[in-house]
Every structure is written in C-alpha cells, then in structure tokens.
C-alpha cells in the first residue's frame, strides 16, 4: 500500500502537567496520516518514573503558541509538507498556551511511557491515524502527568 509523501518532525518535549507536547496541523486539502510516535527519554539518570500520553484529536488551534517544527521529507525527492505552518498557531512542540478545543472523547491513543524504555508506537497497514481537511483541525500528543516528569525526545511520522 502506497503511504503518498512521508514527512518526520522532531523535537525535545519539555515536561508540563496537562500540556499539550506537541501537534500536527491540518490544512483544507490535505488530511495527514500519523503512522509512527517514538518516544525516548533525554534525562541523564535513569529511574522507573513513567510519563503518561494521550494522542488525541482537536478542532479549533486558536492562540496556541509553542515552537514551530518544521517536518523534513523522509524521501529527499518529495517537496516540502504543505502542513508546515509558521505561525504562532502552528505544527510543532511544547505548547506554553493550550490549544482551545481537543474533540470531547476523541483519545485515540492512550500510553504510559517508562524512562528505561524506547516508547514506539506502528500503525498496522492501512491503520494510520487520519486528520481532517481543516485548517484549524490537529492531532496532539498532550502530556496528563507522571510519576516524576521527565523530557522526552519526540519523533513522529506521518504521510499526507
């Protein structure tokens, strides 16, 4: 099954309680698919504290700020993501204001992530996780708490 255009985006998630850590954002005419999430601790003593994640859809970006990412082409052949926004309501990471409305009971993804442990998470074949054709519409990877919070390195794949 052909994915389309790949794209990745990383970045360094700091650690705030009930945060949104990171998100991608849609635009009218593309509907990004997430198909890949990894997640390793950056902290340089390990322990077995555990961060806990849910992946969930949103609606409405309003006067989020956080700092941009711009995705990179897995496949150097490919043009630039069209979902790359540059603004301060944009794709990226560790959101200082929150995003003004995540979809009541959308949590598609619900994960404890243990700092000795590399977090992966693969959608099966045709599972991928698609967006809406929205220009407000996103997928965020919000942070609900841990045992004793720790940062995390993001890599997040996804096709358009």
Sequence with gaps: MSMGRRYGM??????????????????TTIRPRT??????AINATPNDYVNEYTF??????????NTTVTPQALDSADPAS??????????????????????????????????HAVFA????DGGEIAQPASATGFMGLFFVGGTTAYSDDLTWHFSE
Excluded: C, D
Excluded at 121 to 124: E, K, Q, V
């Design 56 to 65: 969930k859809r949103g609606t409405s970006i309003a006067s989020n700020v």
């Design 121 to 124: 998470w693969y959608a099966p």
């Design 35 to 40: 198909y890949m999430l990894m997640l390793a």
């Design 82 to 115: 069209s979902v790359t926004v540059t603004s301060t309501a944009a794709t990226g990471i560790n959101s200082t204001t929150e995003p003004a409305t995540y979809t009541a009971n959308s949590e598609l993804l619900m994960f404890s992530h243990n700092m």
């Design 10 to 27: 990383t970045g360094q998630m700091t650690v705030a309680a009930s945060k949104t850590r990171a998100m991608l954002v849609g635009n």
